[in-house]
């Protein structure tokens, strides 16, 4: 069976969203490189995840064979979203750098996708270990996209960058471990430091998928 490629775009931008043409830049090298693997592809702007809501915690806690009807309707795309997520190999994410954090069309997506009993399992009486991943060996490329610079480790905004943080730890959670992180910055300033910046992605993004070959 072919191996899977799931690649989400979460900026409202077209075709000024440099997440957006660095991560296409991406899957068309992670294509060319490696022929086995098929393409899915979600744009959260074209389809977006609701926000969850009251009945969608409700029905999430309900076992399945106690779920209503409505509780089942509630979860209808939550289901959808989180057996896509299970059906790739690989997740390639572009992603801007909003307020210091994710876009909130990607944390909709995120608060559909983690699930108990299906993306964790909770186990209160394993006091070592209550929280149980269940997503097991997927890599993730995420290709974030910046207004300012210096988000990067030991550089001079790391403190403020909240967004490579917070998808280490939601996806970590339910198990993907293994996240390379490509930063284009400089957005706001254009010009040549823009320029510089999205060549340096590049070159990352190069030395990426030749790490894989
Ligand atoms: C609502 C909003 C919030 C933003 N917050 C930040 C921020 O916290 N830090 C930053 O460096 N740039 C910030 N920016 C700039 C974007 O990260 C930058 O324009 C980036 O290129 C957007 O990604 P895109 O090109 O894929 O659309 C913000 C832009 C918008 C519209």
Request: glycine share 6%; with cysteine; proline share 7%.
């Amino acid at each position: 069976m072919k191996k899977k490629l799931l690649h989400i775009d979460s900026s409202p931008r077209k075709e000024r969203s440099h997440s957006r043409s660095l991560s296409l830049l991406f899957r068309e090298k992670w294509l060319d490189n490696f022929p086995e693997f098929d393409l899915m592809y979600r744009d959260l702007y074209v389809t977006p995840p609701p926000h969850v809501d009251e009945n969608w915690i409700a029905a999430a806690f309900t076992p399945p064979t106690k779920r209503t009807i409505h509780h089942t309707q509630a979860l209808e795309i939550s289901d959808h979203l989180v057996d896509q997520f299970f059906e790739a190999d690989y997740y390639l994410l572009g992603v801007p750098m909003y307020n210091f954090g994710m876009p909130s069309i990607l944390k909709a997506y995120i608060d559909n996708i983690i699930r108990v009993n299906r993306t964790f399992l909770f186990t209160p009486e394993d006091k070592e270990a209550p929280y149980k991943p269940l997503v097991k060996g997927k890599k993730m490329f995420v290709v974030v996209a910046t207004g300012d610079h210096g988000y990067q480790k030991g550089e001079i905004l790391e403190p403020m960058n909240h967004l490579e943080p917070h998808l280490r730890t939601a996806f970590g959670f339910i198990g993907v471990e293994d996240i390379r992180f490509i930063y284009s910055g400089n957005d706001e300033f254009g010009g040549e430091r823009l320029e510089k910046s999205i060549q340096q992605a590049i070159h990352k993004m190069e030395d990426e998928v030749c790490s894989f070959v």
